[in-house]
């Protein structure tokens, strides 16, 4: 296949999986029940209710009192100096509900500690490809391999970019901070003269895995020279080669893709749980978040979710991440 056909078979390919992701609809949260907003007065300060559902009747319209549960999360959960962790099964707001004038409302709220069995009523958002006891046990598989980190380390599953155009290079380091020992770097964005020399703009960029957090910091490895997957051996053999190994950097040069979460397309979740409190997002071109383009800053990870700020200021989570720098993530 001649360099011509080459950059035109990536172009379609862009062209019609981009179009297969702006065309995915937008699935807006379910509606909550009229007895929710009775209830958040019984919520404890310093939490944020999510999704509510369910009471523990089989025929709620004979019953005079009723249990109601509001999914609870803690404020700081997207905050990046406090993120949440996708391994905690976090809380729920216990309601006792009273039927008057044929409506149900909270008369008392008892925070508590997620009873999974109790909680099943909560409704998650649900996918044909995964649901959530897929996702328990690839948390499971997660942790499982995560002994191997440092203690403190949120362990992730995430792809991603360095976005750092200093001609040096972005810094790997031993350790999450800058007085850790350099161990090698990841080489700017760089052009090939041949070939897509025009797509991306500004470059092909280096990618790697992210396999943990701390402190702003996220631990990657696996890092391929600049345009690897898509330019082949192409990249110069006298540039700077990437340091491959398992290292830290820091979490503002990094940068991705919203990939396919099995989630919500639209918006981002307060706490990396599909039954938090969901807010629409949007992106560079004002529209709605989706599985094509990323975010404006990604600021932690904890499992398969990343905590990213949306291009019109929303902070949130939002589940998988890619590195594709052609295609969507769909």
């Not at 404890?44 to 009471?55: K, T």
């Not at 993120?83 to 216990?94: C, K």
């Not at 960029?205 to 701390?214: D, K, V």
């Not at 990604?298 to 989570?317: F, K, N, P, Q, T």
């Amino acid at each position: 296949m001649t360099p011509l056909m080459m950059r035109f078979a990536v172009f379609l390919i862009a062209f019609f999986t981009t179009a297969s992701a702006m065309a995915q609809p937008v699935t807006p949260p379910p509606a909550q029940p009229d007895w929710v907003a009775s209830a958040l007065p019984f919520m404890p300060e310093g939490y944020v209710a999510g999704a509510g559902f369910g009471v523990d009747s089989t025929d709620p319209t004979d019953a005079k009192t009723l249990t109601g549960i509001i999914a609870a999360y803690p404020r700081s959960a997207n905050d990046p100096k406090t993120p949440a962790s996708a391994f905690d099964a976090g809380h729920m707001l216990v309601v006792t509900l009273s039927r008057a004038d044929g409506r149900l409302k909270a008369v008392s709220g008892e925070l508590r500690p997620r009873d999974t069995k109790l909680a099943g009523a909560i409704e998650h958002v649900i996918s044909a490809a995964r649901d959530e006891s897929d996702y328990d046990k690839l948390n499971a598989e997660l942790l499982a391999k995560a002994k191997s980190l440092r203690a403190g380390t949120m362990p992730c599953d995430l792809r991603g970019w360095s976005e750092d155009k200093d001609p040096k290079g972005l810094n790997v380091r031993a350790g999450p901070d800058t007085k850790s020992k350099v161990l090698g770097a990841l080489p700017p964005p760089y052009r090939f003269k041949t070939k897509s020399e025009n797509f991306p703009e500004g470059g092909w960029l280096t990618e790697f895995s992210i396999i943990g957090f701390r402190d702003g910091w996220f631990l990657i490895e696996g890092a391929q020279p600049p345009g690897k997957d898509y330019e082949g051996d192409a990249y110069p053999r006298n540039h700077p080669k990437p340091y491959a190994g398992r290292g830290w950097v820091s979490a503002n040069k990094v940068g991705a893709q919203y990939a396919n979460g099995d989630t919500r397309m639209g918006g981002l979740f307060q706490a990396p749980h599909t039954d938090a409190k969901w807010t629409p997002a949007k992106n560079s071109f004002g529209g709605e978040i989706s599985a094509d383009g990323g975010p404006k800053k990604i600021l932690a990870c904890s499992g398969y979710w990343a905590l990213v700020e949306s291009h019109d200021g929303v902070r949130g989570w939002w589940r998988r991440l890619c590195s594709s720098q052609v295609t969507n993530c769909s």
